[in-house]
């Protein structure tokens, strides 16, 4: 498996990464949090990430997008990481946009796979009910009813649930697990936005006999499992792929700072202790980043092993992304605490990005099972 990126590949890279540092740099999400804008990311800049092809990057070109999968998701992904730039990148432009291409019918993606790619509609998945990761317990009930269906439970932790146009919804349906597009306006349906430490949107929704049409059904009902692992498996490649950018953003900017930083007259970068700890630091960034680019070519090469190699590379950047932020906070010492520095921004997002679609305990355990232990 080579994990060297490709000519394509490096200008895509280059391009996303002008972009976001242009378009969506930390700046500006500082702007989105002190103003406490209601929808926490800025519509005229996710307009214009449509227009780069970005939002359609996983969708095929019969359905408006650029088909370029996984990698280049990735390292779009990396540079958001790396900007800290808010969107729905994650929640419409990867989630749903693979729940829809695994699992929807042919009416379905000719009808809202255009809308994803060209930005026109905002989507998300709600899968997670309790406090922690669990798509294998899922008790949100889909109850038939006429020739449709009521949902009725709760979900936490939705990506971009409160500014969402529709969203895929993982409920319980007796003999197995069914996808339902939902539109956020339905009676019965309540979203409230949940105050994130990162600045970041997510949101928690109430079902209560929430009403939809077979026609909402996204696959067979009870046979949505494979389309959910898919979206989920997606998913947590590309928050690993986040997960690296804000690392190597934290990094650099903690480099540049003990570069700076005089104690004694002398800069503190000069001290062999945090010169050995930079350098674990950058080596252990680089491993993970070599298991991003593993997980992303095993997605796109729909390789047997995908899920193991998605698992452990959102394990082993899980752990280095906490490292990344604890020992940059540490190395700028007492202002790392402050919010006059950036690295406490990342820090935040990094502890929320660990958990979400599992932390690297959970993942480890899928690895362990998977392998008979």
Known sequence: ???????????????????MADKAPVKALRTLRDTKDTDGIDRAL??????????????DEEHGGVAMGHMAAGLIAEQMGRNLTASPF?????LAATALSKAGSAAQKSEWL??????????????????????????????????????SGSKAMVVDGHIADHIIVAANTGEGVTLFLVDAKTKGLTTN???????????????DNVEVNSDAVIGEVDGGMDALNAALNAGRAIVGAELV??????????????????????????FQALQHRASHLYSEIELARSAMLAALTALDGDA????????MAKAKI???????????????????????????????????????FGDAAYHMEQIAQARGF
């Open 318 to 356: 899980g752990s280095v992304a906490k490292l990344a932020s604890q020992e940059g906070v540490q190395m700028h010492g007492g202002v790392g605490m402050t919010d006059e520095y950036d690295i406490g921004l990342y820090m935040k997002r990094i502890r929320v990005l660990q958990e979400l």
């Open 1 to 19: 498996m080579a994990l060297v990126l490709n000519e394509d590949e490096q200008m895509l890279r280059d391009t996303a990464e002008g972009f």
């Open 90 to 94: 994650l929640s419409t432009a990867v």
């Open 46 to 59: 996710w307009a214009e990430m449509s227009e780069m092809g970005f939002a359609g990057v996983l969708i």
């Open 193 to 207: 936005r949940t105050d994130m430490i990162d600045s970041r949107n997510a949101a928690r929704l109430e079902f």
């Open 304 to 311: 047997p092993d995908a899920a193991m190699a998605v698992a």
């Open 245 to 270: 950018g804000a690392s190597h953003q934290a990094f650099h900017d903690t480099v540049g700072y003990i570069r700076e930083r005089k104690q004694f007259g002398v800069e503190v970068g000069r």
């Open 114 to 151: 255009p809308k994803i790619a060209s930005g026109e509609t905002l989507m998300t998945l709600a899968v997670d009910e309790g406090r922690k990761h669990n798509p294998k317990n899922i008790d949100m009930r889909a109850e038939r009813s006429g020739n449709g269906f009521k949902l």
